[in-house]
């Protein structure tokens, strides 16, 4: 059974500090997504990796992907405010006419002035 | 069209009733996913149903949860004899070529 774990579950941060969030996940898989959500709304897509290797940045969030460490991070770069939020990793595997998401538990991040 | 909806947003229901949740994915998308998220447990999936069948086969937690697809873009989440414990958000997700789309939830309260 595939599983993802993410830590910290939790994180409380200060303006301007960097911070790392770690996703785990237990079999092979096809890609590894990361998500955000805000209180009360849907699930946005921040960033899809395929690859070993694979490493994307938007703004002052960067993932990346260690698919030989089953391993994936979300780095917080100078953090400001509006990144407060819940942030998940998802991964999906050998599903062809789908995507089967399983979740890690969510990493809240709180960005305190 | 606009993206994935659902409604309703909200809802309450009383213990033991059964409630149909329901889902309006983008037109020409195949399969459909239906998730749940409660607090501090993070989101599992359900059950889904792909475009040729009506009716899909449960998944977890029990066959209270079962998801029917009366037009090809639209999908009804059925919960039979709701427990306090089926309180959650459920999301419903459409997947195009392997881009998933998230609907907003909906919000259920078992009382």
């Known amino acids: 059974e595939l599983k993802v774990e993410q830590n910290p579950l939790f994180l409380s941060m200060q303006e301007g500090k960097n911070y790392t969030i770690y996703c785990n996940y237990s079999?092979?898989?096809?890609?590894l997504y990361w998500y955000r959500q805000d209180p009360g709304k849907s699930l946005e897509s921040l960033f899809v990796?395929?690859?070993?290797?694979a490493v994307k940045q938007e703004g002052r969030l960067m993932a990346s992907l260690d698919t030989k460490a089953r391993l994936s991070t979300l780095h917080i770069t100078a953090a400001v405010h509006d990144l407060s939020a819940t942030y998940f990793c998802?991964?999906?595997?050998?599903?062809?006419?789908?995507?089967?998401?399983?979740f890690g538990e969510g990493t809240q991040l709180t960005v305190n002035p | 069209g606009a993206g994935v909806s659902q409604s309703p947003r909200y809802k309450v229901a009383k213990r033991g009733r059964d409630v149909a949740l329901r889902c309006d994915s983008i037109s020409g998308h195949v399969t459909l996913y239906w998730y749940r998220q409660t607090l501090g447990q993070g989101s599992e999936v359900l059950t889904y149903?792909?475009?040729?069948?009506?009716?899909?086969k449960s998944g977890r937690p029990s066959g209270r949860f079962s998801a029917e697809r009366p037009e090809r873009s639209v999908s009804t989440l059925k919960i039979q004899r709701t427990e306090q414990g089926d309180s959650a958000v459920y999301l419903c997700?459409?997947?195009?070529?392997?881009?998933?789309?998230f609907g907003p939830g909906t919000r259920l309260l078992v009382l």
């Open positions: 149903s792909q475009s040729d069948a009506q009716r899909d």
């Open positions: 990796l395929l690859s070993n290797g």
């Open positions: 998802a991964v999906t595997r050998g599903e062809t006419s789908g995507s089967r998401l399983t």
């Open positions: 079999t092979t898989s096809d890609r």
């Open positions: 997700a459409s997947i195009l070529r392997g881009t998933i789309y």
